[in-house]
């Protein structure tokens, strides 16, 4: 729903405008998910982008599904490798335990949020700071004093518990 809701960036594929039986949800950092019921060939369209075949998008494609049906299709696919997924959740906002000494937890800032690498960071969810302190609230730990580390710093994002509350 984000990316419909334009909270986050991504593409939305579906078969018909009009009468739509299906719509594919493609989140810029690569996750996609089906919501409906897709025809066949609906599903080779889907592998076909999967596969990237027009070479327009090299991004990474990870469906996540638990309709058997659509999981069934793709299972038959050689090129195609099927592993568990399985929901995890944090129980607090801090981590269990002592941070360590030369760490420090800071919740994401405008400055933090222009400084975090990686796929799952709050750049590739938002498209500035400003939606993002808005709409969501992330922490991460550094390694020094956010205060001596000015433009040049980098942060280690060793920990990371974004929650992220779209609302519109």
């Known amino acids: 729903m984000a990316i419909a809701e334009g909270a986050q960036r991504g ?7 009009e009468n739509r039986q299906y719509a594919l949800f493609w989140h810029e950092s690569g996750f996609a998910y089906i919501s409906g019921y897709p025809k066949p060939d609906d599903l080779d369209l889907i592998y076909a982008l999967m596969r990237n075949e027009s070479g327009n998008n090299p991004r990474r494609f990870v469906l996540e599904t638990n309709d058997e049906p659509i999981a069934g299709y793709f299972r038959e696919k050689e090129d195609i490798e099927m ?11 801090q981590p269990d335990g002592d941070i360590p000494e030369r760490y420090e937890m800071k919740e994401i800032d405008e400055e933090l949020f222009y400084q975090a690498e990686g796929r799952v960071v709050p750049v590739n969810f938002c498209s500035n700071s400003k939606e993002f302190l808005a709409n969501g609230r992330g922490y991460c730990l550094i390694t020094e004093n956010i205060d001596k580390m ?3 710093g980098t942060a280690e994002f060793t920990y990371q518990a974004i929650k992220h509350f779209c609302e519109n």
């Open 11 to 17: 593409d939305i594929y579906t078969d018909d405008m």
């Open 83 to 93: 592993y568990p997924r399985y929901g995890l959740r944090l129980r607090k906002q």
């Open 150 to 152: 000015g433009g040049s």
